[in-house]
């Protein structure tokens, strides 16, 4: 079977991502044609600090920009490169070179300091394709999607608005299929009817017009919170949707860190993505873990 073409995002190269690029590099290879948007020059460099050779059998897609790596720092430059090579990922999956991306994790402030506009890549590809796109996290025993991502906690319940999340819910439907989701509520017991917040209220109009449209009960709840990751409930759910970014993604770490990978749904490519940040603390120790890279990669394919 002919194996595809998956681009391969380097992320910071001050952090871990091209430490678990290169560490995973044979076993990904056996899954995939990866192409590496990096320069040979960056590449020898990270090598270098790595103590590790650069495979033979490598493909290499240039990115354009020096700078020296420096392990562990926050800089423009590093976060300028790790956003010259997601945008260099993309292309090649526009120009049907590659047929999904991966992508390793960029740092947030690098790419303020670098003077880029996006909170990451999610935000990128939302802008980039004119598309809602949406943040998908987990593996193969649980996902979680997030309504509301990188946004302050006292902005959320303005954010819960009917019309938003009913499409939030179609274009989960289009991307996911027809499997149960559960809806997790905003406020502590979902609310108490109203007595804790009535923001239940409108997700509970969100849940039910958008079953009615779909024509049978995908999405269930609002779920109360704190029980909806329980082990009996996880029996019953595979996927599930948090109204917010830790209500979710806190106990989808506790169970599966290093498993987890992250997923943009509702869009014209395929990218996935590792489910962990730069990890400046071990940046080149010869310490990060390959789990949610290799399972990103294999996600990947999985979509394509």
């Not at 790790?82 to 992508?103: N, P, R």
């Not at 990128?124 to 996902?143: H, N, P, S, T, V």
């Not at 274009?171 to 109203?194: E, F, R, T, Y």
């Not at 009535?198 to 079953?211: C, G, M, P, Y």
Request: with cysteine; charged share 20%.
């Amino acid at each position: 079977m002919t194996k595809h073409n998956i681009a391969i995002s380097v992320g910071d190269l001050n952090g871990v991502g091209i430490e678990i690029a290169l560490k995973a590099h044979e076993e990904v290879s056996k899954l995939c044609n990866p192409i590496y948007c990096i320069s040979s020059e960056m590449l020898s460099q990270a090598t270098k600090l790595l103590h590790a050779k650069t495979p033979n059998d490598i493909n290499l897609h240039p990115v354009n920009g020096e700078f020296n790596i420096e392990a562990g720092k926050v800089s423009s430059a590093s976060g300028k490169y790790s956003y010259d090579s997601f945008m260099s990922g993309i292309k090649l999956c526009e120009d049907k070179k590659a047929d999904a991306v991966v992508t390793m994790p960029i740092h947030k402030e690098a790419w303020m300091l670098a003077g880029l506009e996006y909170k990451g890549h999610t935000d990128l590809l939302r802008q980039y394709f004119d598309r809602d796109a949406i943040m998908m996290l987990g593996c193969e025993k649980m996902f979680v999607a997030l309504f509301t991502e990188h946004i302050p906690l006292k902005e959320v319940a303005a954010s819960i608005q009917y019309v938003k999340l009913k499409q939030f819910f179609i274009d989960l439907h289009n991307s996911i299929g027809d499997a149960k989701v559960a809806v997790l509520g905003l406020n502590p017991h979902a609310g108490d009817n109203g007595v804790l917040g009535n923001e239940e209220l409108r997700i509970t109009k969100a849940i039910k017009s958008a079953n009615k449209k779909l024509g049978f009960e995908q999405f269930i709840g609002p779920i109360v919170p704190d029980v909806a990751f329980t082990p009996h409930a996880r029996k019953n759910y595979k996927y599930f949707v948090a109204m917010y970014h830790d209500q979710g993604l806190a106990p989808l770490k506790a169970l599966y860190f290093d498993e987890s990978i992250n997923v943009s749904l509702n869009l014209p490519i395929i990218r996935t993505s590792v489910d962990h940040g730069t990890a400046f603390d071990i940046a080149y120790k010869g310490e990060a873990k390959t789990l949610s890279y290799i399972n990103a990669v294999k996600s990947a394919i999985s979509f394509i």
